[in-house]
């Protein structure tokens, strides 16, 4: 099956410093990724949508220059957390989509990263 | 808006039971659904995927169903383990655009010896 991955599984940083989140589709080229955010004991959430080579699309009250999302070929994207404080530490998942055929499933199907735990003190 | 509803949230049952996990959702105008399993800390597993012009799906000991016109879908594990303790968690996939996934509540399951 289709395989990505996510780097760092776990960061702990300080606050008003920046991390950087990379998701990566390591067997499939991936034309669409999303990032989901998930607090304790809780559900995903959508934070943005990206599509390789342009601008992502954001859900309603997620901000867009605090959370910089990059989709720069079709098997990487990276989240930026800008200035994190104590309140963005959650855990961070990505998903990546792979066009018609590449991967050997259906194109709409969703392959889901490992997670990446970020704690800010 | 979509949303995305499980019960019960919690469940506890002794090895060897069968099981129901419910899910429901607001709009029926979906393109798929999908079962996912979440362990303690850890990212997501793909159990099943139901497209909307199907009914139900099977693997192994699980079963899922769809009805669309209701807005529900279960899911079914037969003979539990205790290694099927984990978070379930549906996800209905929208039916424009990107075909986003809108993520239930999920049922914690804890499948005891």
């Known amino acids: 099956g289709a395989v990505v991955s996510q780097h760092p599984s776990r960061v702990i940083c300080k606050s008003g410093t920046s991390v950087k989140i990379e998701c990566r589709s390591l067997?499939?080229?991936?034309?669409?990724m999303f990032w989901y955010r998930q607090f304790p004991k809780q559900s995903l959430m959508l934070m943005a949508t990206?599509?390789?080579?342009?601008?992502?699309?954001?859900e309603q009250g997620v901000e867009k220059d605090k959370f910089l999302i990059n989709h720069a070929s079709l098997t990487l994207s990276t989240l930026t957390v800008t200035s994190a404080h104590p309140e963005d530490s959650s855990f961070y998942i990505c998903?990546?989509?792979?066009?018609?055929?590449?991967?050997?499933?259906?194109?709409?199907?969703?392959?889901f990263g490992p997670g990446t735990r970020l704690l800010v003190l | 808006k979509q949303e995305v509803t499980q019960i019960p949230a919690a469940l506890s049952v002794p090895e060897g039971e069968n099981l129901v996990l419910n899910c429901s959702f607001t709009?029926?105008?979906?393109?798929?659904l999908q079962w996912f399993r979440q362990d303690p800390g850890k990212g997501l597993t793909s159990l099943l995927l139901i497209q909307s012009s199907q009914r139900e799906q099977t693997s192994g000991r699980l079963n899922a169903s769809l009805d669309k016109s209701s807005g529900r879908s279960t899911l079914y594990i037969a003979a539990s383990q205790p290694g099927d303790s984990a978070t379930y968690l549906c996800a209905v996939g929208g039916n424009t655009g990107f075909q986003k996934l809108v993520f239930g509540t999920g049922t914690r399951l804890l499948v005891s010896p």
């Open positions: 990206s599509n390789e080579g342009s601008k992502a699309t954001y």
């Open positions: 067997d499939f080229q991936a034309t669409t």
């Open positions: 709009d029926s105008a979906i393109y798929n």
């Open positions: 998903s990546a989509r792979s066009r018609s055929g590449t991967s050997g499933g259906t194109w709409e199907t969703q392959y």
